[in-house]
């Protein structure tokens, strides 16, 4: 289901293989919008196109904007929150990157009036994101993460 507006001229809505090849991707992405399995009863916001492609060729339903100090539209966490029970956010396992999670997670939930945006990290001894814990420990690393938080 396709959601209920146009991006603004400032965002653009990306699907996972509409980036082009290469490309560093424009500051206001939003990476696999047009992939959301709404039939899911979660989502995984995470931070770069890298990440997100792991997650989603590991069956994850997930998007990702272009970096953890990008905010998604107010109206775009409503209708997420509309949609979802539970709305992870999940970026770096380093100090910067838990902060900027959980600003995300305090915006959403203010935005939205809700509790549904949680705030996730990996483990700290692991690798400090999705791509890096991919390379040195495998995908079952990831999986097992993720196994407990969601």
């Known amino acids: ?11 653009w809505i990306e699907g ?25 009863h979660y989502l995984i916001i995470t931070k770069s196109y890298k990440d997100a492609r792991i997650l989603k060729n590991l069956g994850y339903n997930v998007i990702a904007v272009q970096s953890e100090s990008t905010y998604l539209p107010d109206n775009y966490t409503k209708y997420l929150a509309s949609k979802f029970d539970k709305i992870f956010v999940l970026f770096d396992n380093d100090e910067e990157g838990i902060g900027w999670v959980m600003k995300h997670q ?13 705030p996730v990290w990996y483990d700290i001894n692991l ?3 999705t791509g890096d814990i991919y390379v040195e420990k495998g995908k079952q690393a990831i999986i097992t ?6």
């Not at 289901?1 to 965002?11: A, C, E, F, N, V």
């Open 145 to 150: 993460e993720l196994k407990h938080m969601i």
């Open 1 to 11: 289901m396709p959601s209920p507006w146009l991006p603004s001229s400032t965002w």
């Open 106 to 118: 305090e915006k959403y939930n203010s935005t939205t009036n809700s509790l549904k945006f949680i």
């Open 127 to 129: 690798p400090k994101d």
């Open 16 to 40: 996972g293989c509409d980036r082009e090849e290469g490309g560093r991707g424009r500051p206001r992405d939003i990476w696999f919008w047009k992939d959301i399995d709404y039939s899911q």
